[in-house]
């Protein structure tokens, strides 16, 4: 069975810095891509950061970009968001998603980001 399981959300004011971690399990990681997505309160969810299945490219969101990095750890089957100088406007339930070279494509349950002063 396959599971996304994200943490290190929780409140921050503006301009502070939080890492969130997606461990995967019941999968083959490294076959995977892996992205990270929001959605803001009363909005749709949005692709934020992409990475290939090595960790040799990514891709950003223009929103995040210069603030946010993705990375992961092929050996740990984890993807990592490491997201400085927050912003209001990044209050946002955030998840991770796994997809394969075949589409195949697993979410997880979301963690909460909330940017408050």
């Known amino acids: 069975q396959v599971q996304l399981v994200e943490s290190g959300g929780g409140l921050v004011q503006p301009g502070g810095s939080l890492r969130l971690s997606c461990a995967a399990s019941?999968?083959?990681?490294?076959?995977?891509?892996m992205n990270w997505h929001r959605q803001p309160p009363g909005k749709g969810r949005e692709l934020v950061a992409a990475?290939?299945?090595?960790?040799?490219?990514?891709i950003y969101a223009d929103s995040v970009k210069g603030r946010f990095t993705i990375s992961r750890d092929n050996y740990e089957n984890t993807v990592y968001l490491q997201m400085n100088n927050l912003r209001h406007e990044d209050t946002a339930v955030y998840f991770c998603?796994?997809?394969?070279?075949?589409?195949?494509?697993?979410w997880g349950k979301g963690t909460q980001v909330n940017i408050s002063s």
């Open positions: 998603q796994a997809v394969s070279s075949s589409q195949d494509n697993y």
């Open positions: 019941g999968l083959t990681f490294s076959r995977y891509a």
């Open positions: 990475i290939t299945r090595a960790g040799d490219s990514s």
